[in-house]
């Protein structure tokens, strides 16, 4: 069975389950980025499901998130994994994962990698990931900490501008890309990727993947430009007001 979208949070009761039963956690809230004191409450949920006897696996829509954009949140999740694992997580069953691996690298990278080394820390994996870039690990690994920095500050913008635009994390998010992404965040960004580029000029594979990251980024700006002026235009715009 499952503790699926509005019934998703822990009985309190004091039902008994048994082993038998095995549930699927599937919340309908807790989205990334979380404050502390919604990250606790998140994760008291699952181990109250986890105190009735049942067997848990995580089933959440979590990683469906963020659209095209760079919304990291590796170490919160990360945490919630490792609460998960030493709470009776028997599987994971994680639904549509964007796949944005340009511009949303370390949270598809540690999801992945939890599945191996579920003890190590994000930042453990967080340095293997970077590692791929060679000589210009650092400046990839500043890159990124931008972007977390970006998202777990944006909290209450993003939950506000969802709820002000009848938005969905997981259905029609670039509706809010324009709002939670505007055109002058992504300049620091653009930056740091020309010192990555510099720096790794010559290694071919790490360079290549500079680039990668680069055509992610650029695409996310354009999305973000393309969603300010297709949602405050009228859905027959024309080619001119939306370049």
Not at 196 to 211: F, G, I, L, N, Q
Request: aromatic content about 14%; proline content about 4%.
């Amino acid at each position: 069975g499952y503790a699926y979208f509005n019934y998703f949070s822990a009985p309190t009761s004091g039902i008994k389950l048994n082993p038998n039963i095995l549930i699927g956690y599937c919340p309908s809230a807790g989205w990334f980025p979380r404050s502390d004191e919604e990250h606790v409450w998140m994760k008291q949920q699952w181990t109250g499901w986890r105190e009735t006897g049942a067997r848990l696996f995580m089933r959440t829509n979590h990683l469906l998130d963020g659209y095209c954009m760079p919304f990291i949140f590796a170490h919160q999740f990360a945490d919630e994994f490792h609460h998960a694992v030493k709470h009776g997580m028997v599987a994971t069953d994680y639904d549509s994962l964007t796949g944005h691996w340009a511009t949303q690298g370390p949270n598809l990278y540690v999801a992945s990698r939890l599945h191996v080394r579920p003890e190590a820390s994000a930042d453990e994996l967080l340095a293997e990931y970077f590692s791929a870039f060679g000589a210009a690990s650092s400046q990839v690994k500043n890159y990124f900490a931008y972007w977390e920095n970006f998202t777990t500050n944006s909290r209450e913008k993003i939950n506000q501008t969802m709820l002000a635009l009848q938005t969905s994390r997981w259905r029609n998010w670039a509706k809010a890309a324009h709002v939670l992404y505007p055109q002058e965040c992504f300049t620091p960004a653009e930056a740091m990727l020309e010192e990555a580029a510099k720096a790794a000029r010559s290694d071919s594979e790490a360079a290549a993947r500079v680039t990668f990251l680069q055509l992610g980024l650029r695409h996310a700006k354009l999305c973000a430009h393309v969603s300010a002026q297709l949602s405050l235009a009228s859905s027959t715009a024309s080619k001119d007001e939306i370049k």
